[in-house]
């Protein structure tokens, strides 16, 4: 196995490893000390089940239960209730999975739970010829490279991360919202970053709605700066798990005509708690 990063600001590619097996001690320690350093590790030509990735997963950690009925989408919660379907495939009149087709805007999964996951990981069983493309920004370097000003005013602070919409802008069916730390110390990796989650109706509590508006348009525009993010283009047997904390991501649009299957997991994270 060989790791090698991107030259961007996070990311980095798994060579010569076969994920249908199970990772030993010392490969899981290796994966788990990159991803700690990369926040994004991606891993090409797979070939797996769902069992066979729900083992890869489980590697790490305990994985997240799917929440029935959160999503749309034709979901095997019986036999796979950690797995959940991305998808705009349409059968019998029934969506295979949840969130379609469209532009899917910056945000981190689940920041309005009050303990948001860990990491997730997905799988492309389907793609596009075109489009649908991801994108990550790394929260370790926008806080490392945040202006000493910017940083004093936020640190201490708390957000409000807002769930009455997804990351296509189509309500919830399930919204809660909860507050997070906006400097926070990351619980598994113990490296500082920024904590910005999504920006729909998101605001910095205990401070006035036009200065809350604008400092969170401030904070958003520079973590989002091309000079934190990388950029994956699928193909089918790809494996991408990304570092839910300390990253952002999004999704391009593609043809609606077009299929894209993805197979998703989410690792059970910790409480996310302030820099002291």
Aim: glycine residues 8%.
């Amino acid at each position: 196995m060989e790791i090698v990063a991107t030259d961007c600001a996070l990311g980095a590619d798994v060579v010569d490893i076969d994920l249908s097996q199970p990772p030993d001690a010392d490969t899981t320690a290796r994966l788990r000390a990159a991803f700690d350093e990369h926040a994004v590790l991606r891993f090409r030509d797979q070939h797996l089940t769902i069992e066979q990735l729900h083992a890869f997963g489980g590697a790490f950690g305990p994985l997240d239960i799917t929440d029935e009925g959160a999503y749309g989408g034709r979901h095997d919660l019986e036999n796979h209730p950690n797995l959940m379907i991305i998808s705009n495939v349409v059968e019998d009149g029934i969506a295979v999975g949840a969130l379609g087709d469209g532009e899917l805007k910056w945000h981190s999964d689940m920041s309005n739970w009050s303990v948001p996951p860990w990491a997730t990981m997905l799988y492309a069983v389907e793609v596009p010829e075109a489009g649908g493309d991801t994108s990550f920004s790394s929260m370790y370097a926008a806080l490392d490279s945040l202006p000493a000003n910017l940083r004093e005013h936020i640190d201490g602070r708390i957000a409000m991360s807002d769930g009455t919409y997804d990351s296509t802008g189509s309500p919830n069916t399930h919204p809660v919202s909860s507050e997070h730390p906006m400097v926070a110390r990351h619980p598994f990796s113990d490296r500082d970053m920024l904590y910005l989650g999504r920006r729909w109706n998101g605001y910095v509590v205990d401070m006035p709605t036009d200065e809350s508006d604008g400092l969170l348009d401030t904070l958003w525009d520079h973590g989002t700066e091309d000079r934190f993010t990388w950029t994956h283009s699928w193909r089918v047997g790809d494996l991408i798990m990304w570092d839910n904390l300390a990253t952002l991501h999004r999704r391009t649009a593609f043809d609606q005509s077009s299929r894209r299957v993805m197979w998703r997991l989410q690792l059970t994270g910790q409480p996310i708690n302030p820099v002291t």
